[in-house]
């Protein structure tokens, strides 16, 4: 199985997939996958969860790129060597890209274990990969309307609960204090995570489509009486996996 085969697919749609939402691959006919250490400018994830390799699927006859796991800011790694990945996918055609990830909920109207869509997000995490040149791109709409009432619709045609609301991006990796959550409650976010916001931008820049959907893994620092753990982040993810997968193959 090779990089040429996904680049011969010329798939025009991609999907990248959070912490422990990699089986959603599987709700697709999987074609061929290949492992991130075998694309140029990419390498494994070092995250629990995150499986890390491209698979190239297929829905009605369309191909359709799944990146399995990501990379993270918090494992040490810049934004441009983060967003590699998107890069990657403009190259060889990508023109939409839906970036999931786990995050955790402040808006009380949401239900963990529910499904976000992310309309707009904070940059919380001091850098960009847009960095080292005058790239004053139109952050106006970064996350497509078009495409989110497409994703509402599905929503409503498959009777899934779609919450909407703002994704603030932080460093990580420890879970944020319940005074930062009420900070972020403040500023206007409705959902709180690690990642996906440099994805986003890198994506803008390029000119490509984006979607965002957040699984509310847990509810965030401070709002219930309990201690947050990775391993319960990427177990919720897996079960309200099956749910993203049936959104996902009902907008494509
Ligand atoms: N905070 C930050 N990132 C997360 C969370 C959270 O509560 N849940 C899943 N990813």
Redesign the pocket.
Known sequence: MSLAQIQNARPETAIVLG?GLGGVAEAFGIECEVPYAEVPGLSASTVPGHAGRFVLARHHERPILIAQGRRHLYEGLSAAEVTAGIRFMHEIGVKRVVLTN???AIDEQFHVGGLMLITDHLNLQGTTPLLGGPNFHDMSEVYSRAWAEKFHAAAVEIGLKLHAGVYAG?L?PQ??TPAEIRMLHRLGADA???STVPEAIQARALGMEVAGISML??W??GLRPQT?HHAE?VEVGKTASLYLARLLKAVM
């Open positions: 912490s786990a995050a955790g932080l990580g879970y944020e709180v995570g690690m893994t847990n965030a620092a947050l982040v």
